[in-house]
């Protein structure tokens, strides 16, 4: 079946610009998480959602940056008046259900250059 | 603070040898871990996961062993293909579900 998806893959956005990075999970999972993976280092958490409630969002690192799921399927992480340091890949991931220790099933990313 | 630490950037095998990539955590409360692969222009595509109450779990080429006395975790692919050239990402999960990932290690595999 069809893996996650995520849109745009590329995105140039001059600073100060708002981005929007959409993600279409694996159909019928329940949890999705975003990831930010900047050049030559691990991905990062930055929030999850289990269906459409966000019940962690500890690793969005300002105000600025924004994610919902409000149909508990496709997601959007939003990042207002963006910065250079904001310059990353954008990760979604999937999981069927969220049970401890499951796998999560990630899409291409989002390659996002602020200039 | 680095919780998840792959110490090795890079890793040269050659083909038909065993490739060994380590990885060591600091937080105790983890209760999996997970190795994923990563090509290039792709997201992370899983490999492999052990439940801390195990030490070992194998998977076909793949085999994952843990040593939590030592915090230590170590990736082993026997035998090393040409297609397993990849970058390597260790991560670990606790309650909640989210990953921490170290900071990955290349495997170059030499034909």
């Known amino acids: 079946g069809a893996g996650v998806s995520q849109s745009p893959r590329y995105k140039v956005a001059k600073r100060g610009q708002d981005v929007a990075l959409r993600c279409d999970p694996i159909s019928g999972h329940v949890s999705l998480f975003w990831y930010q993976q900047a050049l030559g280092q691990g991905p990062e958490f930055l929030t999850y959602?289990?269906?459409?409630?966000?019940?962690?969002k500890s690793g969005l690192p300002s105000d600025r940056f924004f994610a919902e799921r409000p149909e508990g399927s496709v997601s959007t992480l939003k990042i207002q008046r963006t910065q250079q340091e904001d310059s990353a890949v954008y990760l979604c991931?999937?999981?069927?259900?969220?049970?401890?220790?499951?796998?999560?099933?990630f899409g291409p990313g989002t390659r996002l250059l602020v200039l | 603070d680095q919780q998840v630490k792959q110490n090795s950037p890079s890793l040269s095998v050659q083909e038909g040898r065993i490739s060994i990539l380590n990885c060591d955590y600091t937080n105790s409360m983890f209760d999996y871990f997970l190795w994923y692969k990563k090509y290039p222009a792709e997201g992370p595509t899983f490999l492999i996961s052990i439940s801390s109450i195990k030490d070992k779990n194998e998977d076909g080429r793949f085999t994952v062993f843990l040593n939590k006395s030592a915090k230590h975790l170590s990736l082993h692919i026997v035998p090393s293909q040409p297609g397993d050239s990849a970058v390597y990402f260790c991560?670990?999960?606790?309650?909640?579900?989210?990953?921490?990932f170290g900071a990955g290690t290349i495997l170059r595999v030499k034909s």
């Open positions: 991931a999937s999981s069927p259900s969220g049970r401890a220790g499951e796998t999560q099933y």
């Open positions: 991560a670990a999960m606790k309650y909640g579900n989210k990953l921490v």
């Open positions: 959602f289990q269906n459409e409630a966000q019940l962690d």
